[in-house]
């Protein structure tokens, strides 16, 4: 039985081996050939990721698949492979440094012989930075290469406002940022950005990769920014940033191969100047830049108008539907109720002293009746027509009986919500109201009819003598709020989330970019 020490298993890492590629070679190494079910049962990983892993191990020629009693299964090949794959990776690591050295050394050379022809330009202070960032993007052409170590959120950054605008002008001419920085918290936070950015960041290990100065290379300059110093220093050289941009793409390339071996997931980037960013980061950097631009005011103006009207044309049109429904239930109502009056009973009620007769009091709860059987009715009464058209007098009201003038019941102020037999009711809109064809037919207000009571859609239907003759007429008020508030429970749902999601997204835009609305507000 043999177990891997804790220091040999960080080197095995460094050196390219992923954590279940490790877990394997340990269980292997303690319990002899295993089959990928033994494996799962110890280790707790699916057998779908040990064999993934395995495979790896054996095109690497560490691990080897043979049949032992009859059933097939996983054993190392030799002590010797593990070892020989570190030390090719060991000569490897080597060897880039070592050609590093000799490109530094070869490119100090060239200068101390010639130092004439590179162009050197120094930079102090935010403005002096600025300048630098605006110098090396006037000479940039489709990719801006950056080693960054993220030392603060972009939101700390002292040059937000100044990024913002940086970006905006990057977008424009289709500038495409790589960055290659430290797989750290705010390494990780600062390529969660990238789509908003129009850039692509791979994270490295900083153990492995330790630079303390960002460091751009675009076009033939090549220019260092000191932050913490607000110190910056741009090389124009052709040589210098030929050599800068073959570091970066090697570091790029050996990164991608680890991640892509060790099962992690990376964006690559096709070579060379094709080297676009995905589609995806293109939209949200474009939407970004619309929403930071004027142009997107005048569209959400336009937006914002349209939606009113719509929002307007809805609630006229659901309004109509909810009248035309109050004014068939009125009618239907109106309709339904009058056959079950006598009109040999009503023609004895002509004056208030009728009032007192036992018929008045049989009408009055058939009223009532009617009005409880049916939900927001308001009134129930009934009417007869005089010789002017304009003029009808009450029969029987629900609400007068017994019958006390002088009571104002709703609070209005006015003691006219009783009427006795025989009280008067001027039709002052009898082109608008139900009241013109209700000897006639059920009808209804074809809209809001305005009395002493209030503001109403009534619905009428004619009472009928036995001999076929129409006496009186009556009639069902409901309020015209009524409609208004059928209108409102349907619109306002659909409103109010119309403005919740509009608020909900703005919000959400102000938090992410809050500094670059600032910035935007300000320009």
Same mark, same amino acid.
């Given at each position: 039985?043999?177990?891997?020490?804790?220091?040999?298993?960080?080197?095995?890492?460094?050196? $390219?081996?992923s !954590?279940?590629?490790?877990?394997?070679? =340990?269980? &292997?190494? *303690?319990?002899?050939?295993?089959? /990928?079910?033994? #494996?799962?049962?110890?280790?707790?990983?699916?057998?779908?990721?040990l064999?993934?892993?395995?495979?790896?191990?054996?095109?690497?020629?560490?691990?080897?698949?043979?049949?032992?009693?009859?059933?097939?299964?996983?054993?190392?090949?030799?002590?010797?492979?593990?070892?020989?794959?570190?030390?090719?990776?060991?000569?490897?690591?080597?060897?880039?440094?070592?050609?590093?050295?000799?490109?530094?050394?070869a490119?100090?050379?060239?200068?101390?012989?010639?130092?004439?022809?590179?162009?050197?330009?120094?930079?102090? $202070?935010?403005d !002096?930075?600025?300048?630098?960032?605006? =110098?090396? &993007?006037? *000479?940039?052409?489709?990719?801006? /290469?950056?080693? #960054?170590?993220?030392?603060?959120?972009?939101?700390?950054?002292?040059?937000r406002?100044?990024?913002?605008?940086?970006?905006?002008?990057?977008?424009?001419?289709?500038?495409?940022?790589?960055?290659i920085?430290?797989?750290?918290?705010?390494?990780?936070?600062?390529?969660?950005?990238?789509?908003?950015?129009?850039?692509?960041?791979?994270?490295?290990?900083?153990?492995?990769?330790?630079?303390?100065?960002?460091?751009?290379?675009?076009?033939?300059?090549?220019?260092?920014?000191?932050?913490?110093?607000?110190?910056?220093f741009?090389?124009r050289?052709?040589?210098?940033?030929?050599?800068?941009?073959?570091?970066?793409?090697?570091?790029w390339?050996?990164?991608?191969?680890?991640?892509?071996?060790?099962?992690?997931?990376?964006?690559?980037?096709?070579?060379?100047?094709?080297?676009?960013?995905?589609?995806?980061?293109?939209m949200?950097?474009?939407?970004?830049?619309?929403?930071?631009?004027?142009?997107?005011?005048?569209?959400?103006?336009?937006?914002?108008?349209?939606?009113?009207?719509?929002?307007?044309?809805?609630?006229?049109?659901?309004?109509?539907?909810n009248?035309?429904?109050?004014?068939?239930?009125?009618?239907?109502?109106?309709?339904?109720?009058?056959l079950?009056?006598?009109?040999?009973?009503?023609?004895?009620?002509?004056?208030?002293?009728?009032?007192?007769?036992?018929?008045?009091?049989?009408?009055?709860?058939?009223?009532?009746?009617?009005?409880?059987?049916?939900?927001?009715?308001?009134?129930?009464?009934?009417?007869?027509?005089?010789?002017?058209?304009?003029?009808?007098?009450?029969?029987?009201?629900?609400?007068?009986?017994?019958?006390?003038?002088?009571?104002?019941?709703?609070?209005?102020?006015?003691?006219?919500?009783?009427?006795?037999?025989?009280?008067?009711?001027?039709?002052?809109?009898?082109?608008l109201?139900?009241?013109?064809?209700?000897?006639?037919?059920?009808?209804?207000?074809?809209?809001?009819?305005?009395?002493?009571?209030?503001?109403?859609?009534?619905?009428?239907?004619?009472?009928?003598?036995?001999?076929?003759?129409?006496?009186?007429?009556?009639?069902?008020?409901?309020?015209?709020?009524?409609?208004?508030?059928?209108?409102?429970?349907?619109?306002?749902?659909?409103?109010?989330?119309?403005?919740?999601?509009?608020?909900?997204?703005?919000?959400?835009?102000?938090?992410?970019?809050?500094?670059?609305?600032?910035?935007?507000?300000?320009?």
């Amino acid at each position: 039985m043999t177990s891997l020490p804790v220091s040999i298993e960080q080197y095995l890492s460094e050196s $390219g081996f992923s !954590g279940t590629e490790i877990l394997i070679l =340990k269980q &292997l190494l *303690e319990g002899g050939a295993m089959t /990928l079910r033994e #494996l799962a049962a110890k280790t707790g990983k699916s057998t779908g990721v040990l064999d993934s892993a395995s495979k790896k191990l054996v095109s690497k020629g560490i691990l080897m698949r043979g049949v032992i009693n009859d059933t097939p299964k996983l054993k190392l090949s030799s002590s010797e492979a593990i070892v020989e794959w570190v030390r090719e990776d060991r000569r490897v690591k080597q060897a880039l440094s070592e050609r590093r050295e000799k490109d530094l050394e070869a490119f100090m050379a060239s200068l101390s012989v010639d130092v004439s022809r590179a162009d050197i330009q120094h930079y102090d $202070g935010p403005d !002096g930075l600025q300048k630098a960032y605006m =110098k090396l &993007l006037e *000479e940039c052409v489709g990719t801006m /290469l950056h080693f #960054l170590p993220v030392r603060h959120t972009e939101v700390e950054d002292p040059l937000r406002d100044f990024f913002v605008q940086f970006f905006r002008l990057r977008h424009r001419q289709k500038v495409i940022t790589r960055v290659i920085a430290h797989d750290t918290p705010l390494g990780r936070r600062y390529q969660s950005r990238d789509p908003f950015e129009y850039r692509q960041t791979l994270l490295v290990p900083e153990d492995v990769y330790a630079f303390n100065t960002e460091k751009v290379i675009a076009g033939d300059w090549v220019g260092t920014f000191n932050h913490a110093e607000q110190k910056a220093f741009l090389i124009r050289s052709k040589e210098m940033a030929q050599m800068e941009k073959v570091m970066f793409e090697a570091m790029w390339k050996q990164e991608v191969v680890k991640k892509v071996q060790s099962g992690g997931a990376v964006s690559l980037i096709p070579e060379p100047i094709a080297r676009e960013v995905e589609v995806r980061t293109k939209m949200v950097s474009a939407t970004r830049e619309f929403f930071l631009s004027r142009k997107s005011i005048a569209a959400f103006v336009i937006c914002a108008a349209l939606s009113a009207g719509m929002t307007w044309g809805m609630y006229r049109y659901t309004y109509h539907l909810n009248l035309e429904r109050l004014r068939e239930k009125a009618m239907s109502i109106a309709a339904t109720a009058s056959l079950q009056f006598d009109a040999g009973e009503l023609e004895q009620l002509r004056t208030y002293r009728d009032a007192s007769k036992p018929a008045y009091k049989k009408v009055v709860e058939a009223l009532n009746d009617i009005r409880e059987q049916n939900s927001n009715v308001k009134y129930a009464y009934i009417m007869r027509p005089t010789q002017s058209p304009y003029y009808w007098e009450f029969v029987a009201d629900a609400d007068s009986y017994p019958l006390h003038p002088f009571i104002d019941l709703n609070g209005d102020g006015y003691f006219n919500d009783q009427v006795a037999p025989g009280h008067v009711w001027l039709d002052e809109e009898p082109q608008l109201s139900s009241m013109r064809n209700a000897l006639i037919e059920p009808s209804a207000d074809k809209k809001g009819v305005a009395d002493p009571w209030g503001v109403w859609i009534s619905g009428v239907a004619p009472i009928l003598h036995i001999n076929g003759r129409s006496v009186a007429v009556l009639g069902i008020d409901f309020l015209e709020a009524d409609v208004s508030i059928m209108t409102n429970k349907i619109v306002t749902p659909t409103i109010l989330g119309i403005i919740f999601l509009v608020i909900l997204s703005v919000l959400r835009l102000l938090a992410q970019n809050i500094f670059s609305f600032s910035r935007f507000i300000k320009i």
